[in-house]
C-alpha cells in the first residue's frame, strides 16, 4: 500500500477516522513529509526555492508537477483553483523548485492587480501589504494517481524583519546525542528517546488577523520513523520530545520531525538510528 501523505486537512482527518490505516508516523514505503518554503511569505518580486522533502531513497527524481494558482477554493474542494485562467505551470519536473514571483517569472505583482482583490478574514480586500495567499500544488513522483500536496505562501509586501520565517532547527538529540552528524547507535528492542532542539528566536512573535492581539507562535512537531511510530506522534509548544521502540532485528532505521509555526513556516530534520543486532 502506498503510504503519500496529503497536505491537507482532509486526508488528515480521514487518516484520524479510519482504524485500517497505518499509523501516520509509520515510514513504511515512499512518502513526501513536507513541502517547504525557503520563504513562506516572500515578497511579490522575490525568487523562492521550495523543496518537497521525500522519504523515498529508491524513488527516481523526476517527474513531478508543479503549478501555481491564485485563487484556490481550499480544503473542502481539495485546493482547485476558483478558475482554469488563474492557474498556470511552472517549470521543474524534479523535487526542488524555484519559483520567480518578479517580473521575469509569474509577476504575481501585475497578475494580482488584473485578476482582483481576495477577501480577508474581516471580509475587507487584502491588500500586499496585507498578504495574498497564492498556492503551489505538487503532484507526480511517489504521490499516487489523483493525489497532490499544496503549499500556501503568503505574498506580502513588507519589511522582511516583519515577515513570517520558517522554525529554525538547531539539532535532534537520541537519547540526549546529536543526530545531526551521522548515524546513532542504539540498542535493539528498546525504547530510544528522541528529541528537537529550536534555535532561540523560532517561535515568532505575530499579529493576529482575525482578532488584531499579538501572539507568539506555538510550534507543533510531526514525528516519522520506520519500523515503528513514535510515540506520540505529534507534540507541540516546549513538548519537543517522544519515544521510538526500535525494531529487533537491528539495522538502520531513518526519523524525521516536521515542525511548524501554524502560520505557513516549516522545516524538516532527522537522522539514522544505527540499530545493534541482539546477541
Same mark, same amino acid.
Given at each position: ?61 523526476? =517527474? ?27 517549470? =521543474? ?52 494517481? =489523483? ?11 513588507? +519589511?522582511? +524583519? ?118
Amino acid at each position: 500500500m502506498r503510504n503519500t501523505l496529503l497536505l491537507t486537512s482532509l486526508a488528515l482527518s480521514a487518516a484520524a477516522c479510519e482504524d485500517t490505516f497505518d499509523p501516520q508516523g509509520l515510514l513504511a514505503g515512499e512518502r513526501l513529509l513536507a513541502v517547504v518554503a525557503d520563504a513562506p511569505e516572500p515578497s511579490p518580486d522575490q525568487v523562492v526555492h521550495l523543496r518537497a522533502v521525500l522519504h523515498d531513497p529508491g524513488a527516481p527524481a523526476a =517527474g513531478f508537477t508543479w503549478r501555481v494558482c491564485l485563487a484556490s477554493l481550499g480544503a473542502p474542494a481539495a485546493y482547485a483553483c476558483a478558475d482554469p485562467a488563474l492557474e498556470f505551470a511552472v517549470e =521543474g519536473d524534479g523535487p526542488d523548485l524555484t519559483l520567480d514571483l518578479g517580473p521575469a517569472g509569474l509577476d504575481f505583482r501585475r497578475r494580482y492587480a488584473e485578476f482582483g482583490p481576495v477577501a480577508g478574514l474581516d471580509g475587507e480586500d487584502l491588500t500586499l501589504e496585507d498578504g495574498v495567499p497564492l498556492w503551489v500544488k505538487l503532484s507526480g513522483g511517489p504521490l499516487g494517481e =489523483g493525489e497532490s500536496a499544496v503549499k500556501r505562501l503568503r505574498v506580502r509586501d513588507a +519589511d522582511p +524583519d516583519a515577515r513570517n520565517h520558517n522554525p529554525a532547527i538547531a539539532d535532534v538529540t537520541v537519547n540526549g546525542a546529536s543526530a545531526l552528524a551521522g548515524p546513532i547507535a542504539v540498542a535493539a528492542d528498546a525504547d530510544v528517546a528522541l528529541a528537537v532542539v529550536l534555535a532561540g528566536d523560532a517561535a515568532e512573535p505575530y499579529t493576529d488577523d482575525a482578532t488584531g492581539e499579538d501572539r507568539r507562535e506555538v510550534p507543533v512537531y510531526r514525528w516519522f520513523a520506520e519500523g515503528a511510530a513514535p510515540d506520540p506522534e505529534s507534540t507541540f509548544g516546549d513538548d519537543r520530545d517522544t519515544t521510538l521502540h526500535t525494531p529487533s532485528g537491528g539495522g538502520d532505521v531513518a526519523f524525521y520531525v516536521v515542525v511548524r509555526d501554524g502560520r505557513g513556516g516549516q522545516s524538516v530534520a532527522g537522522g539514522t538510528l544505527r540499530v545493534g543486532r541482539p546477541r
